[in-house]
């Protein structure tokens, strides 16, 4: 079985798709659209993906180094709509271990469940309605292909 580090032999290719992102041992579409939170998981799932699941400051930092770029908001897969309050990553149900909170959020205004940021929050996370529309970020293990 292959896992990441068969990225450093010289007779394994790790590439992304086109339109896809590498950083690290993953690639990631940043949308150009905006859905609703939903809407965006099931666009990510369509394309063997899930709504990206950010993990370390290192990797918040890489998306917001896109998400700069673009302009606007995003999407993440992180939620509390089973239980107020206690966020997971929606794709795994594990806690988040790593946050990056914008100062006073999570606030839960009006009823907000799931996981945005980049806009005017820039590289800090806020919780919004789900049913808005943000633009959203899909992630994906890398593909390993051997070649020779
Ligand atoms: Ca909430
Ligand atoms: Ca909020």
Do not use: R
């Amino acid at each position: 079985m292959l896992t990441t580090d068969a990225c450093a032999f010289q007779n394994v290719v790790c590439q992304c798709k086109n339109g896809w992102i590498h950083h690290s041992t993953s690639c990631y579409y940043f949308s150009d659209n905006t859905k609703s939170w939903d809407t965006s998981s099931a666009s990510c799932q369509a394309h063997h993906a899930e709504l990206a699941v950010i993990e370390t400051m290192e990797e918040n930092t890489f998306i917001w180094s896109e998400m700069s770029k673009l302009g606007g908001s995003f999407w993440l897969d992180g939620t509390d709509e089973y239980s107020e309050g206690q966020w997971e990553w929606a794709s795994t149900g594990d806690a988040l271990d790593y946050s990056n909170w914008y100062p006073g959020e999570p606030n839960n205004d009006g009823g907000e469940d799931c996981l945005m940021t980049g806009g005017g929050y820039k590289t800090l996370w806020n919780d919004g309605h789900c049913e808005s529309h943000n633009k959203f970020i899909c992630e994906k293990k890398l593909e390993n292909t051997i070649v020779g």
